[in-house]
């Protein structure tokens, strides 16, 4: 497989659902936000590589600095390496599956699934809000990837602030890309000029997200696309390499 002839993929949870930049062969890239992943999934070619800003691969125990990609990610990103964080196991994950219709439903199943990590985990660690806050986005892939098996050659993780570090020569970007919860005009200006020097538009970039996706959303699908183009062409590495393999079978590495 080359770039040249097969359609890539840059994903990305959004408050809507998720948003996806899509480069074909010879057309100009497009994005879009989908309500569920297995909609994104629905709307492109078979053959389409997809590099996903979501945890993919999940472990039984969770041990300290994550499940082995994380550790190894994060000595590249320098000052970004907080942007990794560990993915709790399994069982933590599945441990509160409802839609919650309060704040205070949401903090209980939050300290619930807590609970189950921290006994699931050495040393015993309990979920950030930040993880928590993305569990629905990682079941749904994680759902998928189990009942599709065929969906792991096709489904990469990948992480914006890692991507960002190897399209930049292997040097972690200088600026944030948030300060204190809020977008970082410089650091956002930083990643775009980066994205156009691997082939975008400024007038791509600087559009405005389509609605239910942030404008960091949006930077972070597009360097996933170039991230899919990279697996494609066989540029991208896997971090660790090879891949390690969860309980299900499915590949844990992050990409770039």
Known sequence: ???AKVALVGADGCKAGWIAVRRNPGIAPSVDVFPTFAALL???????IV??????GLPELSQKGGRGPEA??????????SSVFSIPSRAALYAETCDFTTIEAWYAAHRSASEVARTTSDPPRGVSIQAFGIFSKIREIDTLLIARPDLRRRVFESHPEV???RLNGDQAM???KKIKGAVNPAGMAERRALLCRHGYDMDFLDRP?????AADDFLDAAAMALIAGRIASGEAKPFPDPPLADGFGIPVAIWA
């Not at 629905?42 to 389409?48: E, G, L, M, Q, S």
């Not at 590099?51 to 993919?56: G, L, N, S, Y």
Request: include cysteine.
């Open 72 to 81: 190894l990610v994060r000595p590249l990103l320098g000052p970004r390496q």
């Open 209 to 213: 997200p389509p609605r239910g996706a």
């Open 163 to 165: 991507a960002f570090c």
């Open 51 to 56: 590099a996903v800003d979501m945890p993919i």
């Open 174 to 176: 200088s600026l944030p």
């Open 42 to 48: 629905a709307t492109i070619p078979d053959d389409a």
């Open 1 to 3: 497989m080359t770039p």
